[in-house]
């Protein structure tokens, strides 16, 4: 069973820096894409960024250029690197394999104000 467990997230101001982790109990290696959802309050989780078993990624229109999604198989783990942090991004963010396919963590909650 995969079980997915969030981290990084804090207070930042608008313009400033986090970097997510999601570390994979079970092995990483055997999910074929895995993915980056944020889900602000008041609205639907969506989907921010994914990464393919060969590299290739994907983001939404509304971070792209300022996230970067990658992966450490030694670690078992994904990360989110987040620049230019907007009020906006305020969310918690989750993470998953393809399609949110299996369960879903506790989440790291982002928030960006001054």
């Known amino acids: 069973q995969v079980q997915f467990v969030e981290s990084g997230g804090g207070l930042v101001q608008p313009g400033g820096s986090l970097r997510l982790s999601c570390a994979v109990s079970g092995s990483i290696s055997s999910l074929a894409s895995m993915e980056w959802y944020r889900q602000a309050p008041g609205k639907q989780r969506e989907l921010v960024a994914i990464i393919r078993s060969g590299g290739s990624t994907d983001y939404a229109d509304s971070v792209k250029g300022r996230f970067t999604i990658s992966r450490d198989y030694a670690k078992n783990t994904m990360y989110l690197q987040m620049n230019s942090l907007k009020p906006e991004d305020t969310a918690v963010h989750y993470c998953?394999?393809?399609?949110?396919?299996?369960?879903w963590g506790q989440g790291t909650k982002v928030t960006v104000s001054s």
């Open positions: 998953n394999a393809a399609g949110g396919s299996y369960a």
